[in-house]
C-alpha cells in the first residue's frame, strides 16, 4: 500500500513540475484529497472539493441524456487554465494553470498521468 501512495505522490508532484503548474490534486469522487501539489497559499482540500464537485456535476448533467462520462472537462478562466480527467472509478485529477497557452499539452500530460494512476490503482 505504501508503494501506491508513493507513486501515487510522485505521478501528481511531476504534473506540477510543468511550466506553469501551479495545483495538481488527485480527489476522490467524494472530494476527499488522495494527494497533493500545490503553492503554498493553495487550499488543497478545497480545490480537491470543487473539483469533484465539479466532475460530479458534469455528470449528473450527461446522465440527463443517458451519456456517460466525463472523461475530461477544461475549464478556461481569464488567467487559468482547469484540467480534471478521470482518473479511474475512484478518482479524479485536476490541474490548474497559470496562462491559456498550452492546454492541448496540459490536457495529454494529465491523460498521461490519468493512465498512470488506473494503472496503479488497479
Do not use: W, Y
Request: hydrophobic share 45%.
Amino acid at each position: 500500500m505504501v508503494a501506491k501512495a508513493e507513486q501515487l505522490e510522485r505521478i501528481v508532484r511531476e504534473l506540477r513540475q510543468l511550466p506553469n503548474v501551479i495545483g495538481a490534486v488527485l480527489v476522490s469522487r467524494g472530494g476527499i484529497v488522495i494527494t497533493a501539489s500545490a503553492s503554498e497559499e493553495a487550499h488543497s482540500e478545497t480545490f480537491a472539493a470543487m473539483g469533484a464537485t465539479m466532475s460530479g456535476a458534469a455528470s449528473a448533467a450527461l446522465s440527463e441524456f443517458n451519456k456517460t462520462g466525463p472523461d475530461r472537462i477544461v475549464v478556461e478562466g481569464h488567467d487559468c487554465v482547469l484540467v480534471a480527467v478521470d482518473a479511474g472509478t475512484k478518482a479524479i485529477l485536476v490541474v490548474l494553470k497559470e496562462g491559456r497557452d498550452g492546454v492541448e499539452q496540459l490536457l495529454s500530460s494529465a491523460e498521461v498521468a490519468s493512465r498512470l494512476i488506473k494503472e496503479t490503482l488497479s
